[in-house]
Protein backbone atom coordinates (compact mmCIF):
# COMPACT_ATOMS: atom_id res chain seq x y z
CA UNK A 1 0.00 0.00 0.00
CA UNK A 2 1.05 3.70 -0.27
CA UNK A 3 1.65 3.90 3.41
CA UNK A 4 4.29 1.01 3.23
CA UNK A 5 5.92 3.04 0.38
CA UNK A 6 5.87 6.62 2.32
CA UNK A 7 7.33 4.58 5.40
CA UNK A 8 10.09 3.27 3.71
CA UNK A 9 10.74 6.45 1.69
CA UNK A 10 11.15 8.50 5.31
CA UNK A 11 13.12 5.87 6.71
CA UNK A 12 15.30 5.66 3.74
CA UNK A 13 15.37 9.59 4.06
CA UNK A 14 16.45 9.74 7.46
CA UNK A 15 19.30 7.00 6.69
CA UNK A 16 20.58 9.51 4.49
CA UNK A 17 20.55 12.55 6.43
CA UNK A 18 21.96 10.84 9.42
CA UNK A 19 24.78 9.26 7.56
CA UNK A 20 25.56 12.20 5.50
CA UNK A 21 25.35 14.25 9.01
CA UNK A 22 27.67 11.87 10.60
CA UNK A 23 30.20 11.98 7.86
CA UNK A 24 29.60 16.25 7.50
CA UNK A 25 30.65 16.25 11.79
CA UNK A 26 33.95 14.14 10.94
CA UNK A 27 35.21 16.14 8.45
CA UNK A 28 34.52 19.21 10.31
CA UNK A 29 36.32 17.41 13.03
CA UNK A 30 39.35 16.35 11.44
CA UNK A 31 39.70 20.10 9.71
CA UNK A 32 39.02 21.52 13.57
CA UNK A 33 42.05 19.36 14.67
CA UNK A 34 44.24 20.45 11.71
CA UNK A 35 43.78 23.84 12.29
CA UNK A 36 44.23 22.78 16.20
CA UNK A 37 48.00 21.47 15.04
CA UNK A 38 48.95 24.85 12.48
CA UNK A 39 47.96 27.04 15.40
CA UNK A 40 50.23 24.90 17.90
CA UNK A 41 53.23 24.85 15.13
CA UNK A 42 52.51 28.46 14.52
CA UNK A 43 52.49 29.62 18.08
CA UNK A 44 55.73 27.27 18.70
CA UNK A 45 57.23 29.19 15.90
CA UNK A 46 56.46 32.36 17.30
CA UNK A 47 58.17 31.38 20.30
CA UNK A 48 61.30 30.40 18.89
CA UNK A 49 61.77 33.75 16.83
CA UNK A 50 60.43 35.95 20.31
CA UNK A 51 62.25 34.07 22.93
Given amino acids: SWKTVE ?3 V ?3 TRVIQQT ?5 DIIYHN ?6 KN ?3 TQSINKVYV
Fill in 7 to 9: CDI
Fill in 40 to 42: QES
Fill in 32 to 37: SNQMDM
Fill in 21 to 25: TEEAL
Fill in 11 to 13: VYA
